[in-house]
């Protein structure tokens, strides 16, 4: 199980320096400011930074992370969605642990005005794979989008589940103006999300498909999670398609 958190900011013309980027607001963990305060699930096991066009540097800070260093991150893009390349966006061996209570700030050195998103992994353990008897099922989902703030929508299954318990193990989302996706399970806490594909011919991002995470959620048939995005884009007329990987329990 892991949850999906984001940064976000839109930022006028800076001189040469470091800025710390926004909280998203949440409805599932506190957010406040430039902060987002650590909850249950502690451990940082994935980032994805879009530092805008002319982005150099993307680092996290919190109170336990300075006793060391500043966390960089090294992988990044600078526009939304490059095509043809494979993303990485999950690093479960980096496991960096936080203090539940603290608040986590993203920081960005900029040199002009930029558009600013990072979305980070936390998990409660390292996730471990899982493997067997996966099968993919295809979704759609149209949600009211907000740019740079989470959306929420209600997914639809293209094709009936039979009765029965089922283990998400992986997720594919495709969108031409999304940046992330998290599920919402009905009547869960965590958000295990990932990144979004900008159609049917891009990479999946490694991990993020066939039990390379671990179990995401559970649900019902008849519960199936519902579906929150974060995108570059507001009031896109976009039906987006989208696959749940999934093991009958």
């Known amino acids: ?20 980027q926004a ?7 506190k957010t406040e400011g430039d902060y987002i305060y650590i909850a249950d ?3 940082i096991v994935g980032f994805y930074a879009l530092p805008g066009t002319l ?5 996290l800070s919190a109170p336990s992370i300075r006793r060391v260093n500043p966390q960089y991150i090294t992988d990044f893009e ?7 390349i494979v993303r990485r966006a999950f690093f479960p061996n980096i496991g960096l642990s936080l203090i539940p209570g603290e608040g986590l700030e993203c920081e960005q050195y900029v040199t002009a005005a930029e558009i600013l998103t990072t979305i980070i992994f936390l998990a409660g353990v390292v996730p471990s794979p899982v493997q067997g008897n996966i099968h993919t099922i295809r979704f759609s989902t149209d949600p009211v989008r907000t740019a740079y703030q989470w959306s929420f929508a209600e997914i639809t299954l293209l094709d009936p589940l039979p009765v029965g318990n089922y283990d998400v193990v992986g997720v594919r989302l495709e969108t031409t103006t999304g940046i992330a996706f998290r599920l919402v399970p009905v009547g869960g806490f965590h958000r295990p999300g990932g990144i979004c594909a900008i159609d049917m011919e891009d990479e999946d991002v490694l991990l993020q498909r066939y039990g390379g995470l671990g ?26 398609n989208g696959y749940l990987d999934l093991i009958p329990k």
Do not use: Y
């Open 78 to 84: 600078t526009a939304v969605q490059s095509t043809g």
């Open 41 to 43: 699930l502690n451990k």
């Open 1 to 20: 199980m892991h949850t999906t958190i984001a940064f976000a900011e839109n930022l006028g013309a800076l001189a040469a320096q470091w800025v710390n």
């Open 55 to 59: 982005g150099e540097q993307v680092r």
């Open 23 to 29: 909280a998203v607001a949440d409805a599932h963990i």
């Open 215 to 240: 179990v995401w959620c559970s649900f019902v048939h008849g519960l199936v999670p519902g579906l929150e995005l974060i995108c570059s884009a507001a009031a896109v007329k976009e039906t987006i």
